[in-house]
């Protein structure tokens, strides 16, 4: 597989959380294209275990969809944040607990095509109540699911963005009952 050449590079867009960047490249066999690339920071998602084998979960109104969406835990990480550490700011600030067992589970790009985000998948466990206050949490409703609800919540529609079905079913795939 061949790479295409970066020829040249503009930012038409750069906002808070987004840089939408105009990239003119060359095909291998000489085509000319444009690419729109979203440059956008990694991210952490992490499957919360509670000690009754609940994954604690959140619900969040989202714009984009107009609609609540029931979601794993996730966030932004940080400028000289590890993954790691961002699973534990982001736990405390969502659902206002402390992981104290953090397990990496793998990862995935959302949307390679034209975004740079890469989203670590996490599994976390052994919480301990600790509150972080975050400006945009305040609306989160913290919901618990019995772990073996998951599946048909998945199948059914009941969660249905990317990060939340692909940290699950990770999750699923590599326990025993999974």
């Known amino acids: 597989m061949s790479k295409e050449k970066l020829l040249s590079s503009k930012t038409i867009f750069e906002g808070r959380a987004v840089r939408l960047i105009q990239s ?3 095909k291998s066999k000489g085509e000319i294209v444009i690419r729109e690339i979203v440059e956008h920071r990694d991210a952490i998602a992490a499957v919360v275990l509670d000690d009754r084998d609940n994954v604690v979960m959140v619900r969040q109104f989202r714009v984009p969809t107009d609609k609540d969406l029931l979601e794993i835990p996730a966030g932004v990480m940080e400028d ?3 993954p790691e550490e961002c699973v534990r700011r982001e736990l405390q600030e969502e659902i206002g607990c402390l992981p104290h067992k953090i397990t990496r589970m793998g990862g995935f790009y959302p949307a390679p095509g034209y975004c740079t985000e890469y989203i670590n998948v996490f599994l976390a466990s052994e919480l301990e109540e600790s509150r972080l206050v975050a400006e945009d949490t305040d609306e989160i409703e913290v919901v618990r699911v019995p772990l073996d609800k998951i599946g048909g919540m998945i199948l059914s529609g009941d969660i249905c963005d990317a990060k939340s079905i692909a940290g699950l079913l990770i ?6 009952a999974g």
């Open 80 to 82: 000289g944040e590890s």
């Open 24 to 26: 003119t490249v060359e």
């Open 171 to 176: 999750y699923l795939s590599i326990t025993p």
